[in-house]
C-alpha cells in the first residue's frame, strides 16, 4: 500500500501556497506541477494541482474552486526545536494570516497550523502531574506563538 498524504483544496492560490511553504521548510521541494486541460473543468493552462514535499510529507495542493474554505477541524504540527526555529517559522507562516489560542494560527490561504516546541510535549507528558497540569494551564492561557521559556517556567513553579 501507497503512504497516505493529505490533499488540500484552494480556490486559485495552489502554486503561490506551494512556493510558500516551499520557502518557510528548509527540506522542502515542489516534485510536480498539473495544469487544466481543455476538459476542465478549470481554465485551459490554470494550475489543477502541484506536489510538494515539507520535511519529507508529501502534499498536494488542488486549486479545485471556492466551494470549500479550509476551517480549525483540521491543522499542521510543526514541532520546534528552540525558541529561535519557533521564531522563524511564527514569522513566515503568520505573514498575512492571524494569531490563535495555544500556538495555532490561520497563514495568509486559511490553512491552520500549530507552532509548537518540542519541549511542551516533554513537559506535558512529565511523569510530576502537578508540572504537567501547571504548563497546560500555561498553554491555555497563550494567544498566538509560544514564550518557551514562559512554558518553561510554569512548568518549574516559577
Not at 484552494?10 to 520557502?23: I, M, N, P, R
Not at 510543526?78 to 500556538?103: F, H, R, S, T, Y
Not at 508540572?131 to 518549574?156: H, P, Y
Amino acid at each position: 500500500m501507497k503512504p497516505i498524504y493529505p490533499m488540500l483544496w484552494f480556490d486559485t492560490q495552489a502554486e503561490e501556497a506551494a512556493k510558500h511553504y516551499v520557502s518557510i521548510f528548509p527540506d522542502a521541494k515542489i516534485n510536480g506541477i498539473s495544469r487544466y486541460g481543455t476538459p476542465g473543468p478549470g481554465p485551459e493552462g490554470q494550475v489543477m494541482t502541484v506536489d510538494l514535499e515539507l520535511n519529507g510529507q508529501r502534499f498536494v495542493l488542488l486549486n479545485g474552486g471556492p466551494e470549500f474554505r479550509f476551517n480549525e477541524s483540521v491543522s499542521f504540527v510543526v514541532e520546534c526545536a528552540d525558541q529561535a526555529e519557533l521564531d522563524g517559522v511564527w514569522a513566515k507562516l503568520i505573514d498575512g494570516g492571524q494569531e490563535a489560542p495555544c500556538g495555532w494560527l490561520k497563514d495568509r490561504f486559511g490553512v491552520s497550523w500549530q507552532v509548537v516546541p518540542t519541549a511542551l510535549f516533554e513537559m506535558m507528558s512529565d511523569p510530576d502531574r502537578e508540572k504537567a497540569e501547571r504548563v497546560n494551564a500555561a498553554m491555555l492561557k497563550v494567544v498566538g506563538k509560544f514564550d518557551i521559556a514562559s512554558l518553561r517556567a510554569a512548568f518549574e513553579g516559577r
